[in-house]
């Protein structure tokens, strides 16, 4: 989630940090006055050469954790002048140079509002075109300046209120079916998939717990509708992201231009169309409890569904299971936690007893996606390393003060104020009622990133 300062500030600020739809002020005070002012090292080089090489760097020749470090170095700065892409040569009105932010101590500055403006952005001064959006800005390019900002994430936060009567029931029901096919897979096949599973699985859980619309009325939405929200996430998303297909391929069509919205129209208009029809109950809501017309509530409803929690969880989810499944001496330490309190049925209140399942979850949120900040040595211990009771105990509990995967630390709270994820407590909850699911289901799992190998059934 890319951040800009408001005009008190003399320059740009960015982070590194994943969004799904900031936070209290910092938790640091200010530095002494008494302390000398420093030039921001770093430099942003020759116009149009200086953002070209950068773009290289950052995707090429680098990647972007070894972008940031070797700068990291090189300055033997945290804080520092450079560019990141999109950058030329069709990015019009998009400005590449930013001050890099990459420690907990100066990015929990980021969060306070009377400092950093979050308008019209999303990885540096990048934003996609507003049709993708239906052109309204929804909630999450919106400053908590700008009034709208305010009704829309307390719209936001409403609805996932209504969400918790039917989002444990519901996630537990596309778990099973979720489940069920990766069995008869492994069955049949020696091993299963669990990335299209997992993703209609989601897509049918989010949907009905979010807007209370059932896809299975629209069989073209049904079965096609989470491939409808990859192709229009995948085309706002492209100029930001390293793909790793040969180069310079990639540098020439993905990272280049802005996609042009027409590719994704049909299917995103039928999702709004699905929605329309469908969500007609909560539509009426937004209108008569917070005064939106329908066009803003469902483009914003699309947004918060594809984008932050579809898109989030695409990424959050697959990357969770990964370890569980490579890792048998894990696997064996949480069975033992859960089928220990989980008693007859599995809740977010049985989850919530069990210490080493959140601190998996935290972790891997730490890790994956992977902002650097989050890497920093002088907080976290062997930084670049997964371990899993990393945030049990007190000690591990005041970790979570640093802990910025959801545009805030974990410890804040989502309000209309700022910009931290409205999801946040939800996406962890959901996260550990994963583990949860698996090790009651399974006595034992292997797999990699993409695949099950092996199940063995827990008796029950």
């Given at each position: 989630?890319?951040?800009?300062t408001?005009?008190?500030?003399?320059?740009?600020?960015?982070?590194?940090?994943?969004?799904?739809?900031?936070?209290?002020?910092?938790?640091?005070?200010?530095?002494?006055?008494?302390?000398?002012?420093?030039?921001?090292?770093?430099?942003?080089?020759?116009?149009?050469?200086?953002?070209?090489?950068?773009?290289?760097?950052?995707?090429?020749?680098?990647?972007?954790?070894?972008?940031?470090?070797?700068?990291?170095?090189?300055?033997?700065?945290?804080?520092?002048?450079?560019?990141?892409?999109?950058?030329?040569?069709?990015?019009?009105?998009?400005?590449?140079?930013?001050?890099?932010?990459?420690?907990t101590?100066?990015?929990?500055?980021?969060?306070?509002?009377?400092?950093?403006?979050?308008?019209?952005?999303?990885?540096?001064?990048?934003?996609?075109?507003?049709k993708?959006?239906?052109?309204?800005?929804?909630?999450?390019?919106?400053?908590?300046?700008?009034?709208?900002?305010?009704?829309?994430?307390?719209?936001?936060?409403?609805?996932?209120?209504?969400?918790?009567?039917?989002?444990?029931?519901?996630?537990?029901?596309?778990?099973?079916?979720?489940?069920?096919?990766?069995?008869?897979?492994?069955?049949?096949?020696?091993?299963?998939?669990?990335?299209?599973?997992?993703?209609?699985?989601?897509?049918?859980?989010?949907?009905?717990?979010?807007?209370?619309?059932?896809p299975?009325?629209?069989?073209?939405?049904?079965?096609?509708?989470?491939?409808?929200?990859?192709k229009?996430?995948?085309?706002?998303?492209l100029?930001?992201?390293?793909?790793?297909?040969?180069?310079?391929?990639?540098?020439?069509?993905?990272?280049?231009?802005?996609?042009?919205?027409?590719?994704?129209?049909?299917?995103?208009?039928?999702?709004?169309?699905?929605?329309?029809?469908?969500?007609?109950?909560?539509?009426?809501?937004?209108?008569?409890?917070?005064?939106l017309?329908?066009?803003?509530?469902?483009?914003?409803?699309?947004?918060?569904?594809?984008?932050?929690?579809?898109?989030?969880?695409?990424?959050?989810?697959?990357?969770?299971?990964?370890?569980?499944?490579?890792?048998?001496?894990?696997?064996?330490?949480?069975?033992n936690?859960?089928?220990?309190?989980?008693?007859?049925?599995?809740?977010?209140?049985?989850?919530?007893?069990?210490?080493?399942?959140?601190?998996?979850?935290?972790e891997?949120?730490?890790?994956?996606?992977?902002?650097?900040?989050?890497?920093?040595?002088?907080?976290?211990?062997?930084?670049?390393?997964?371990?899993?009771?990393?945030?049990?105990?007190?000690?591990?509990?005041?970790?979570?003060?640093?802990?910025?995967?959801?545009?805030?630390?974990?410890?804040?709270?989502?309000?209309?104020?700022?910009k931290?994820?409205?999801?946040?407590?939800?996406?962890?909850?959901?996260?550990?009622?994963?583990?949860?699911?698996?090790?009651?289901?399974?006595?034992?799992?292997?797999?990699?990133?993409?695949?099950?190998?092996?199940?063995e059934k827990?008796?029950?």
């Open positions: 989630m890319a951040m800009g408001k005009m008190t500030m003399p320059f740009r600020m960015m982070s590194m940090s994943p969004g799904m739809p900031s936070s209290s002020p910092p938790t640091q005070s200010p530095a002494p006055a008494s302390l000398p002012l420093r030039t921001i090292p770093g430099s942003y080089g020759w116009p149009l050469l200086g953002p070209v090489s950068d773009r290289l760097d950052y995707f090429w020749f680098q990647g972007p954790d070894t972008f940031f470090k070797k700068r990291i170095e090189k300055h033997k700065s945290t804080v520092f002048r450079t560019n990141v892409p999109p950058t030329f040569p069709f990015f019009a009105g998009v400005n590449p140079n930013v001050v890099a932010v990459l420690d101590k100066s990015f929990a500055y980021l969060f306070d509002m009377d400092i950093v403006e979050k308008k019209n952005i999303l990885v540096g001064e990048f934003m996609p075109s507003v993708f959006t239906g052109n309204i800005r929804t909630c999450a390019y919106l400053d908590t300046s700008e009034p709208q900002h305010t009704q829309l994430k307390n719209f936001a936060m409403d609805v996932l209120k209504r969400s918790s009567k039917v989002w444990l029931s519901e996630l537990v029901a596309s778990l099973d079916t979720m489940w069920d096919t990766i069995d008869t897979d492994v069955s049949q096949k020696g091993s299963g998939s669990y990335l299209i599973p997992l993703q209609k699985a989601l897509f049918k859980f989010l949907v009905k717990s979010l807007t209370g619309a059932d299975s009325n629209s069989p073209e939405i049904a079965e096609g509708g989470h491939v409808m929200l990859d229009w996430l995948a085309l706002q998303l100029p930001t992201i390293k793909i790793g297909i040969l180069q310079p391929l990639e540098e020439i069509f993905l990272h280049s231009f802005a996609y042009p919205f027409f590719l994704v129209s049909g299917d995103y208009n039928k999702l709004c169309q699905f929605i329309t029809d469908e969500a007609k109950e909560l539509l009426l809501y937004a209108k008569t409890e917070f005064g017309n329908q066009e803003e509530t469902v483009h914003n409803l699309l947004f918060i569904l594809g984008f932050n929690a579809f898109g989030g969880f695409s990424i959050f989810l697959p990357g969770l299971i990964s370890r569980i499944a490579s890792d048998t001496e894990l696997q064996e330490k949480l069975r936690e859960v089928r220990q309190n989980s008693g007859p049925s599995l809740s977010f209140e049985s989850v919530m007893k069990m210490p080493l399942v959140q601190s998996v979850v935290y891997t949120l730490r890790l994956s996606p992977p902002p650097l900040v989050m890497k920093d040595p002088e907080v976290f211990d062997d930084p670049e390393s997964f371990k899993a009771d990393r945030f049990m105990g007190e000690e591990g509990r005041e970790l979570l003060s640093y802990l910025y995967w959801s545009n805030g630390p974990q410890t804040g709270s989502p309000s209309e104020s700022n931290q994820c409205a999801a946040k407590d939800y996406v962890t909850l959901t996260g550990s009622m994963m583990v949860a699911y698996l090790l009651k289901r399974y006595d034992s799992i292997k797999g990699d990133s993409a695949s099950i190998t092996a199940v827990a008796v029950k």
